[in-house]
């Protein structure tokens, strides 16, 4: 599919911190790590690559064996969120069965696997659409991992990730997620509690650290597709394809939750597609990479914030709507102009088409936007082809991703 497979990225991570870590002390320690990685990359050039100039893809979907070795997912994380390994250092979990009870969770049921006390590696036997009864409560060192079948959370509440640290979501189908209702909810062995009625996101970070968010097709939910407040931090949202939505990502708990000040998250290589409205993200407080990412749609803005965020945005391609009064990729939200020129938001490298425009502001503090950098940005004209394969991949067993 798509491109020639040209060069073979290997990423050799540093250990990871196992913590409910605040913000990242020295970004530019990890872009600088991230640049001796493709760097190394290109040295190791061969005619049995297969890269695509993606560094988390090149990592990992050169091995026809990547289904024996899943666990290896883990290595190849970039951004803010590098260090969430998942369950990495656990056991593999089947998901055999599609039923959902919130209080007594069956061995071999999605829901199982995802309260227990030990880090799992979550995996699914076939093609399965999960309908959650309520939102599925994940436990610390947890990856659910799609790959090598067509996984569908939806028609229900779907993923909670509620002050718990080191978890990655890979290769799931997320959409049409509800609200769910005052009920009661399992989230380890031994505890469960009550919920009052959860938002309906596609996935909902609340107060977690650690967490990475890759190729997942995400569409249609109740409120956000991907929602991070209440102190989360130490974030990467990848290889999304992310499609007919209103209000597609909050960054931020509200204006006056000054916690968020430490949040960090990267956006990088996401597709965002046909019928978005607005959110791609919407920011508070805190630091924000948007590098390498395809903005094809947007009915109202494409990037926005409030409380004085620092946006740092990289690469991007930025195609406006046909609408001559939507053309601005930017909102600044709930402030005076003479309040908002003093935000930090840059655009460095992005490609503007069908009239697209950036309003930059701040005078570009090298402290702030070293705080809101994780990786090095490819130019933007290689957009389409880092892009090219967002959302969840239709992986095979025993071929090549």
Known sequence: MGMP????????????????????????????????????????????SCGTGNPIDDCWRCDPNWEKNRQRLADCAIGFGKQAIGGKDGKIYVVTD??????????????????QDEPLWIIFSRDMVIKLKEELMLNSFKTIDGRGASVHIAGGPCITIQYVTNIIIHGLNI??????????????????????????????????????????????????????????????????????HNKVMLLGHSDSFTRDKNMQVTIAFNHFGEGLVQR???????????????????????????????????????????????????????????????????????????GAFFIRSGAGASSSYAKASSLSARPSTLVNSITMNAGALGCKKGKRC
């Open 5 to 48: 497979l040209s060069f073979l990225l290997l990423l050799t991570l540093l250990s990871p911190i196992f913590t409910f870590s605040s913000h990242v002390p020295d970004p530019e320690v990890i872009v600088q790590q991230v640049n001796e990685k493709i760097n190394a990359s290109r040295r190791n050039l061969g005619y049995l």
């Open 98 to 115: 599609t039923s959902d009870d919130p209080v007594n969770p069956k061995p071999g049921t999605l829901r199982y696997g995802a309260i």
């Open 175 to 244: 959409h049409d997620c509800k609200q769910g209702g005052n009920a009661y909810v399992r989230d380890s062995p031994q505890h469960y509690g009550w919920r009052t009625i959860s938002d309906g996101d596609g996935v909902s970070i609340f107060g977690g650290s650690h967490v990475w968010v890759d190729h997942c097709s995400l569409s249609n939910c109740n409120d956000g597709l991907i929602d991070a407040i209440r102190g989360s931090t130490a974030i990467t949202i990848s290889n999304n394809y992310m499609t007919h």
């Open 280 to 354: 791609m993200p919407r920011c508070r407080h805190g630091y924000f990479h948007v590098v390498n990412n395809d903005y094809t749609h947007w009915e109202m803005y494409a990037i926005g914030g409030s409380a004085s965020p620092t946006i740092n945005s990289q690469g991007n391609r930025f195609l406006a709507p046909n609408d001559i009064f939507n053309k601005e990729v930017t909102k600044h939200e709930d402030a005076a102009e003479s309040e908002w020129k003093n935000w930090n938001w840059r655009s460095e490298g992005d490609l503007m088409l069908n």
